[in-house]
């Protein structure tokens, strides 16, 4: 055995640990109990290496996908939610489709009382896209949140 397959060997971090979806897999999300469900406050997720492919030519579109969320009872698990978000590497959706697919998956998951998701894609043919939705829940304060929220948008 050679010196460089030895050390290669010795690099056990570099091994994969978990198996990742080869397409959009929204069953591998999971949520814990909030342990202060008593009290509002912001939860951000920050994916700045988020892929997903043009449903048309199949190339790659890059982004960085933010998640903010004020929780009730249930919260997304981070690592879980890494795995999902890598489950879009392969999936063939419109930036806009990817947002809403996000927030949808997370509402149905947790049930927050509210969320928004923005996509910072990178630019391809001269033009980038940052698309932005939200949710309140309906009927309360969140809800009018996220229409103050959505109006501010630039």
């Not at 640990?17 to 397409?23: F, T």
Request: charged share 30%; aromatic share 12%.
């Amino acid at each position: 055995m050679g010196q460089d397959k030895r050390r290669e060997e010795e690099l056990t971090l570099l091994r994969p640990h978990e198996e990742y979806s080869q397409d959009y897999a929204p069953e591998v999300l999971e949520a814990f109990e909030n342990r202060h469900p008593d009290r509002d406050y912001w939860v951000r997720f920050n994916c700045p290496e988020f892929t997903s492919l043009c449903p048309i030519t199949g190339q790659p579109d890059f982004a960085e996908i933010i998640i903010s969320y004020i929780p009730d009872k249930k919260m997304v698990e981070s690592k879980s939610l890494k795995i999902y978000l890598f489950s879009f590497r392969n999936h063939g959706a419109f930036h806009e489709d990817c947002v809403n697919i996000i927030m949808n998956d997370l509402i149905e998951l947790m049930n927050p009382r509210y969320i928004e998701v923005r996509g910072l894609f990178t630019p391809r043919g001269g033009i980038s896209i940052h698309p932005y939705t939200n949710w309140g829940r309906p009927n309360t304060e969140y809800e009018e949140l996220a229409k103050e929220r959505l109006h501010r948008q630039e």
